[in-house]
């Protein structure tokens, strides 16, 4: 728990929340990892705050059941299991499929213009090794997409899917050879959106979650 820094007290919003929000994210991007004991102790040094928020945000992350707490044991980093995982990419290869097709329909020259500028700043990103801004972008191309779906719907169910794989995706885009894929992948998915065709943009979308799934699997997994 070492890669954990001070907050900034100074941010507008209820220290539990901040709390909470920055160990989320910690789990969330890989910085605490699966079947991690959370000492409330050391994780209140590390945040420079005292145990009582630690405590409410490790309930909190309970609830959100990326925290389990094992009796006379305390809390850990929830595992997800080989089945959980690929249950969830394959759900989300079938939505970022719907995604693709309806924003190849309903598509805007705003929104091919922010696709193309993130995925520019994507393939930037993959050139220099910048996995944080290789992480950002990837998520924001995705986000794109949805927007340009215009079905808030469908993006509030994939947004809650991201999530609970967002642990495993660190692992995916810091390898050389399928982050170097990915922009390949994207710039497929891009071309079926501006070109307006339905049929392409699902089964890129599809093929590009699989590809994740088969990854995962192989090396996220054991």
């Known amino acids: 728990m070492d890669n954990l820094t001070k907050l900034n007290l100074d941010n507008y919003k209820p220290l539990r929340d901040v ?58 980093v929830a595992n997800i299991s080989v089945k959980d995982l690929m249950d969830v990419l394959e759900i ?54 949805f927007n340009a779906a215009n079905n808030k719907k469908l993006e509030k169910i994939i947004n809650s899917l991201w999530e609970q794989v967002q642990r495993f995706r660190i692992t995916y885009v810091s390898d050389s050879n399928a982050s170097l894929s990915l922009i390949d992948e994207h710039r497929i998915i891009l071309n079926a959106i501006k070109e307006g065709n339905v049929a392409d943009g699902k089964k890129a979308a599809i093929e590009h979650i699989e590809k994740a799934e088969q990854f995962m699997l192989d090396h996220c997994t054991k």
């Open 19 to 76: 709390v909470f929000e920055n160990l989320r994210s910690a789990i969330l991007e890989g910085k605490l990892k699966s079947g991690q004991r959370l000492m409330e102790v050391q994780l209140a040094e590390q945040l420079g705050v005292s145990r009582t928020p630690v405590r409410e945000a490790i309930r909190k992350l309970e609830l959100e059941g990326l925290v389990v707490m094992l009796p006379r044991k305390g809390a850990y």
């Open 92 to 145: 989300r290869a079938s939505l970022e499929g719907l995604g693709a097709s309806l924003a190849a329909e309903r598509r805007t020259d705003e929104d091919i213009k922010s696709l193309e500028e993130i995925e520019a700043e994507f393939e930037q990103a993959v050139i220099t090794q910048n996995i944080d801004m290789l992480l950002k972008k990837d998520i924001e191309f995705h986000e794109c997409i």
